[in-house]
Structure formats: structure tokens, C-alpha cells
């Protein structure tokens, strides 16, 4: 399957929606019909045809060849297919994704994968603030899927996490899991202040932790067979998070300054 | 007509005839064999025969660590009944009363399909709000917290329409100790038959049933046909060289599977021959006009 391609002509002078270059809105559209699409966020109408020299190709799989941190929301509300940038991206690529795949082999800015709530989201780079976080006005971030950060992640990574796995591999900000509803976060190397702050539900695995909040509170090391059964099933995506999962963990229940029925897992 | 003959057993011409039913497996782990194997033969007690049991459940087969999904020994239990409602029923309160209980126990779904049965959505109630939901990818995973740590339960498991429950062999032979032999090693071939179980104790049972009785309260009652001490009194199918009938019942996810453990039962007991093992091999059936599974002996020979 052929590949439709976008290959960015030069840096564009003004930050850019590419909302609309999603492979179900893009389906059954000529290259025309989609080189006259707008992206302006200013005044300034620009179309696709002016800032990407486009190549035919099957919608089902989206290829960005240069990428820009002028490049906001690529890969937003994807059902299925595949989207691949090849560059960093701005702000919320793969924001209330569904389904599908999208891969950033760069880095991005905040807010990516933004309240996704299915598919996968692969970020070869690093990640800005709030990763997988709601924005204003929304109660929940992230509701489903994977989302791995091979580099590191900024601050809240994790906001209000409801359902899905975070993997960051590299190290997270401060505050990660920050008012986490539920869902899975695993931060491989260091991470800032307050891990699971006001958490209510849900998981944090650490493997650097920084000192706890005293509102979490010590249950012991154990030997839990949902740890093995999700290092088998990361094993594929993170052989990293595979490996820290079948360590003997420490489990620390809290926030018990929220709901307190979350944890954070420590290696013994 | 002379009787079929292979390797000196005798082959009645008959047909062994089963009944669909619903059916699903479970695999049980645990921190070694010993308490995976215990917790999988607790669940599939007293499940024999579904009229006075509720359910028909047996171990297919045991998985090393690297087949299972926590890397801990377990074992594939298989459960039959007559309908998904009963089925559902017992699930539950096998897995709840069996399972959960066994110190260390995993219990994971074994069986795809769009038809689901809830196991953690129902025990997960044991955990007093203290219950943790885990999803990865479309697996969901209950973790209810235990005296010895936490019992880790899948959702849901998949329920299969197309099983079929009552596959079945009639071995007879000279005396009790050379049927039982033929017996055994049948059972042990067929238990190498992935998909299917043998519900009966060892997978054998001695005491076939006919449909009805002289008595009102009965629904079935002994198979006095076979019975080798009513043989002069009664209208016997037995031959006079016959001193022992002993059945094994093959429960099946699918019909193949049923097909396959009798052909692999049939294998062993032509290949111990008639000396040491039965003299002739026969075949349960109720004229065929109950169950639309037929299993033709001939069909299924070495």
C-alpha cells in the first residue's frame, strides 16, 4: 500500500491546523481537492498545496515528510489507519484519537494525545506538558489506548488519566499522573515532584521515584501476577517497562488526600 | 452380517450420538503445577453429567509459564452445559467458590469469540470497593484484593454454541481388570486431544443409563442391556465372552475435536487387541433421532 505523502516545502510563517489531514477526512478526495484544504490559524489563508508538496497515495496510510513545531494537531480524532510524521509536530498530535496508529519520529509539543481514547500513539522524541492531559473545560485526558514517549515528557504527564497505558521511557516532569482518574503510567527513568498528585484511582510504576507525598501511603513489597501479565503484554511495545514490571514492586496506596484508592509502585 | 474386526476387536456398527451444547474454557495459573493442577480439579468436582451437576467441566491440558499470561504454570479447564444461562451460573460460582479460594490462583479467559461470559465482572463484587479494573489494549482484568495478596481475574471469557457434549465409547470385555485396561489407555490417549474433556471420574463411567425407568420419579435409570449380570434376563446386547462394559463420555468445543479424542480412544483400545483389553467396541445412541451429532464408529477407525 502506497503511502500518501505531505513533504513540507519550507517552515511555515505561522502556526497550523492539520486537523483536516486525517485519513477518514481525507477519504475519496483527489490530490486537488486536498492541496486546496486550509490550515490557516491567522488571517493568512494558506492551503496544503502551499505548504506540503503532495505524492498520491492510500488515505489509510499518512506519511509527513519534514515536520515543524508550527504543526498543530496532526493525527486529530484518527479512527484507524496509520499517520507518520517524520519531524517534530506542535501542539496535540493524535488528540481524541480512536483508533489507528500514529507515529511522531521527532518530538512534539504539549497536550499530545490529548484525551486519545484508543489506538496507539508512538512519540520517538520527546514530549511537551500535560501528554495525554484534557484541555480547559474537559473532565478526563486520556480514555484508552497506548501512548509511548521514548524520550522524556514534560510536566502533568498524565493529567486526569481515566483508562489506557502511558509509557514515558525516558523521564517525566513534575506532577506525572497529576488527578489521575484511573489508566496505567510508567515513567522508566526520573521523575519530578509529586508523582500522582491528588491521583483517585489508577496505576503509577516508577522506576527513579522522587520522594513521595506523605499522602501515599506504604503497603509493602509484593509479588502481583497483574505486574507479569502486563510486562507480557508491553513486552512488544517496551521491553524497558517489560523488565521493570516483573521486579519486586513496593506498592504505596493514595492520593488519601483524594479518593485514595490509586497506587504508585516503586521498585524493592 | 459378520461384525467388523480390527486387530481382533470387535466393531459394532453403530453410532455414538451427542447433543450441542454451550461451552467455554478458563485457564487457572498459579506460583507452580501442584496449585495450578488443585484449584482446576476443585473447580471441575462433582461435574460429571449435567443432571444432577449443573455443569460438565474436566482439564483439557496443563501450560508451562511461557504459554500462560503471568509466566506461571496453569492449567485449561473446559465447561459444558445445556444452556448459556446455566453455564454462566456455574462459571461464576465454580470459579468464585474454587478458584478465587486457591491460594495464588490467576484465572485468565481461554476462549475467543464475540460471545462473552462475565467471571471478573461478577467476582469482582468479593473486593468491597477495594476491586481494581486494569484494561490493556481489549483484555480487562480484574484485581480483587485477597488475604494473600491479590486474585487476578480476567472480565469475561468466550462462549462457544458449537459444542458438543455426550461423544461416547462402550468397551466390553472378558473380565473387569482387561476392560479397565483398555479403558485406561483410551482415556490417557484421549486425553492427549486438545479442546475436549472427559467428565466421568477418569474420564470413565460404569454406569450407563437408559432413558426412563419402571419407577415414576426416575428420568433414567441403569442400562440393563449391558448389564452382564442381567444378561440371561433380560434382552441383552451382550455377547457371552462379554463380563464388563465400561463407557468413557467425551465433552468437545467442537465436533472435530469429539471426532478426534474417539478416533484417538478407538486407536488404542484396537491396538491393545482383544486379549489383554476389550473384545468389542460399541456406541451410545438413542436411535439418532435426539441428538444431530452422529459419530459412526466405522467412520472413526484406525
Redesign the interface.
Known sequence: MKPLVFTLKQEPGQRLDLAPLVPHLLDGKSVKDIAALELQTTREKVTTGDIFKIRTGSVDSIRFEGGSTHLDNIGLGVKAGEVVVEGDCGKAPGRAMSGGNLVVNGDCGPFAGSAMSGGRLEIAGDAGDFLGGPLEGEMEGMT?G?LIVRGNAGARAGDRLR???MVIEGSAGDYPGSRMI?G?LIVLKECGILPGYLMR?G?IVLANPPELAPTFADCGE?????A???????RPESRAAARLL?RPLIRFAGDMAALG?G?IFLPA | MRPMKKNGVRIDDSFAEAFPMRGTAILI?APNRRWARQAATTMTGFATSVIGCGAEAGIDCERVGKDT????PGVRVLMFAMSSDTLQTQLVNRAGQCVLTSPGS?CFADLDGPDRLPIGDQLRYFGDG?Q??????D?H?W?IPVMD??F?CEATTGLTKKAVGGGNLLLMGATPGTTMRAAELAVSAMNGVEGVILPFPGGIVRSGSKVGSKYKAMLASTNDAYCPTLRGAVPTKLDEDIGCVLEIVIDGLTEDAVAEAMRAGLAAIVKLGPEHGAVRVGAGNYGGKLGPFHFHLKDLLP
Request: net charge positive.
Open positions: 484508552g497506548l483508562r489506557g497505558t484511573a496505567t484511582r496505576t509484593h509479588d502481583l501476577a497483574f507479569k501479565v502486563f510486562s507480557n503484554l508491553l516483573v484508592k497506587e | 495459573t499470561p503471568d509466566g506461571r490467576a477495594w481494581i479494573s486494569k484494561k490493556f489494549g483484555r482484568f484485581r495478596g491479590e487476578l
